[in-house]
């Protein structure tokens, strides 16, 4: 049992947040509450799972929301102008995102530049080819096909969450059960060490920020699906959770340690919080100050994990 809790604390602490702020604000605890909250957060989810896919190698990537709004911007212009259908752009969207995620992991690898400086740059270059192409402006014009995945139902659950959860488990079977998974892992942990074992330590790089492309990709796709537009300032509040939640669930920023699983769970509890922002009518001034406390304590976490298990 005290494995278990130590193995999956932060779902415990998900729960325990749930209900504690539940007492205080009863809506939370309506099923209605719960089903907008896990729906909503799918975006985190998604966003949060590429990141520590990175973080587990022991690097960061900002780009990723500026990756979700692109590829949100870029299906739009494929449906509406182009006239493709839907289900096609879904597979271009994530080809792109895999693009820039290569141009992240070669700038990395190849110009040994620093990821941080890396994304940060390629962040502002996404950002700012979203706001010339929109224009400043909300565009609709998405089809059935797109918007069926973000808004259709099977029964009474969102099929959005179901798809949720097959990516999850994909996410976690690869992180964990295949070669690549495994050598992020090891890069993460030790890169001189997984040299000595013959492991490509560029190549594993460039494989994790591809990934943080991919799901930043999909993560717009969720988006845009859900809400049906797309607006200038599409995810951007979503950056600083994202990277927020796989600290809190135990990716180290060092790389190394993390599980995809309990990123989820990372990634909900910002959402509870986001979500108990809202709630209170506390305004969007104090949700930047809220993100703000997320990212210290989340560092301040693993400062101290790292310090108590005298890593």
């Known amino acids: 049992v005290r494995n278990l809790v130590v193995s999956y604390s932060t779902w415990f602490l998900l729960l325990g947040c749930y209900i ?5 604000f009863p809506v939370l ?3 209605e509450s719960l089903w907008n909250m896990l729906v909503q957060g799918t975006t985190v989810v998604l966003l949060s799972i590429g990141m520590a896919f990175v973080m587990l190698t022991g690097e960061i990537d ?4 500026s990756v979700a709004a692109f590829s949100a911007l870029f299906a739009l212009f494929c449906i509406r102008d182009l006239g493709i259908p839907g289900y096609i752009v879904i597979i271009l969207v ?4 895999a693009f820039f995620g290569l141009i992240n992991g070669l700038l990395v690898t190849r110009l040994k530049i620093p990821s941080l400086i890396a994304t940060v740059a390629t962040w502002w270059m996404i950002s700012g080819s979203v706001l010339f192409w929109s224009r400043g402006r909300s565009m609709t014009g998405f089809d059935e096909y797109w918007t069926y995945i973000g808004m259709g139902t099977i029964g009474p659950i969102r099929v959005v969450l179901i798809v949720l959860i097959v990516v999850v488990a994909l996410a976690a079977i690869f992180a964990r059960r295949t070669v690549t998974g495994l050598r992020i892992y090891l890069v993460g942990g030790d890169r001189e060490a997984a040299r000595n074992m013959g492991i490509s330590v560029e190549k594993t790089v460039t494989i994790a920020f ?4 991919i799901f930043s990709a999909f993560a717009g796709f969720a988006l845009s699906s859900r809400l049906g537009f797309v607006s200038p300032v599409f995810a951007t509040e979503w950056l600083m959770p994202a990277i927020a939640a796989p ?3 135990g990716v180290s920023l060092t790389g190394g340690r993390g599980d995809i699983i309990n990123v989820v769970a990372g990634a909900y509890l910002v959402q509870l919080i986001v979500l108990i ?3 209170g009518g506390l305004g969007g001034y104090f949700y930047q100050l809220a993100q703000g406390l997320l990212i210290f304590i989340a560092v301040l976490a ?3 994990r790292r310090r108590v298990m005298g890593l």
């Open 20 to 24: 504690a702020f539940g007492a205080v």
């Open 29 to 31: 605890l309506t099923v």
């Open 62 to 65: 900002l780009s990723v929301a």
């Open 94 to 97: 994530l080809l792109l995102g």
């Open 210 to 213: 591809i990934l943080s492309g």
């Open 247 to 249: 600290v809190i669930s």
């Open 277 to 279: 922002v809202r709630i």
């Open 302 to 304: 693993d400062v101290l």
